[in-house]
C-alpha cells in the first residue's frame, strides 16, 4: 500500500487548516478536509485559460487570482506573447512556498518567467486599485464555487459589487472567467446583470472522464 504523505500544512484566514499532500507521486490541496485541488485532475484549469486567452491583443496584462498549483498560470504563458504582463495573486505566501519547495517539477518553475509577477495579496485589491492600468483578462479560481464558498472572505469577489469592480478593471472587450465547482444559475443571472453576455462552460476534471463536473462562467465587457 502507497503511503500518503503530508508535506505542509497552514492556517487559512478563516482558521481553517490546509494542508499539502503527496500519494503515489501526485499533490492533492484540502482545506478543512476538503478537496480543493490536486495534480491529477487540472483540464478544467487548462481550459479556463483558453478561454480568457482566446483574443488576447498584443502586449496583453492578464490577472490570474489563485495561484493553485499552477495549471492555470502554465496554459496562461503558453499562450501570451513574450511581452505580456501576467499578475498572479495569491492570497496565502504559502501556497507560493510550497510551489518552489515542493511543486518545482509541476509548476514551480514558473514563477520566474519574466513575464510573471507575484502578488501575495487578494486579487480584490488588485481588481480595485488598477485604476487605468486594466487588464484584457482576468481570471478568478479562489474558491470551489461561488456557493457554497470554502473561505467565507471570497464573498466580495462573487456579489453584485465584486462583479461590477471585475467589469471596471477590464479593458473594453476583455473577458473574466471564473472557475467554479458547481453550475451556479443565480451566479449567472448575477453576471448577467452586470455584463452583456454571459456564457456557461461545462469542464471536465480530466480529458479522460465522462461526466462534466466543474463549471468556467464566461463573461465578456463590452
Known amino acids: 500500500m502507497k503511503v500518503t504523505t503530508t508535506l505542509a500544512s497552514c492556517r487559512t484566514p478563516d482558521g481553517a487548516l490546509m ?3 503527496e500519494h503515489d507521486g ?3 490541496l484540502k482545506i478543512g478536509g476538503v ?3 490536486s495534480t491529477t485532475a487540472s483540464y478544467s484549469e487548462q481550459q479556463m485559460a483558453e478561454l480568457a ?3 488576447l491583443p498584443a502586449k496583453p496584462r492578464v490577472l490570474i487570482g489563485g495561484l493553485g498549483f499552477g495549471f492555470t498560470l502554465r496554459r496562461v504563458l503558453e ?3 513574450p511581452d505580456a504582463v501576467v499578475d498572479v495573486a495569491e492570497l496565502l505566501p504559502e501556497v507560493i512556498a510550497w510551489n518552489r519547495e515542493f511543486l518545482q517539477s509541476v509548476n514551480g518553475g514558473l514563477l520566474d518567467d519574466p513575464r ?3 502578488h501575495v495579496r487578494d486579487v480584490g485589491e488588485l481588481i480595485d486599485r488598477c485604476g487605468q492600468d486594466r487588464y484584457h483578462a482576468i481570471l478568478l479560481d479562489v474558491d470551489n464555487s461561488p456557493d457554497p464558498l470554502v473561505q467565507q472572505g471570497n464573498a466580495r469577489l462573487y456579489n453584485r459589487g465584486g462583479i461590477t469592480r471585475t467589469k ?3 479593458h473594453p472587450q476583455g473577458r473574466v472567467v471564473f472557475w467554479s465547482a458547481n453550475r451556479d444559475k443565480h451566479f449567472a443571472d448575477s453576471l448577467g446583470r452586470v455584463f452583456k453576455r454571459v456564457e456557461c462552460v461545462g469542464a471536465k476534471a480530466y480529458p479522460q472522464a465522462k461526466k462534466i463536473t466543474h463549471t ?3 463573461a465578456d465587457r463590452d
Open 53 to 55: 486567452c482566446s483574443a
Open 216 to 218: 468556467l462562467f464566461v
Open 116 to 118: 510573471v509577477r507575484i
Open 19 to 21: 494542508v499539502l499532500q
Open 26 to 28: 501526485q499533490h492533492y
Open 79 to 81: 499562450l501570451s506573447p
Open 168 to 170: 471596471s478593471a477590464l
Open 35 to 37: 478537496p480543493l485541488m
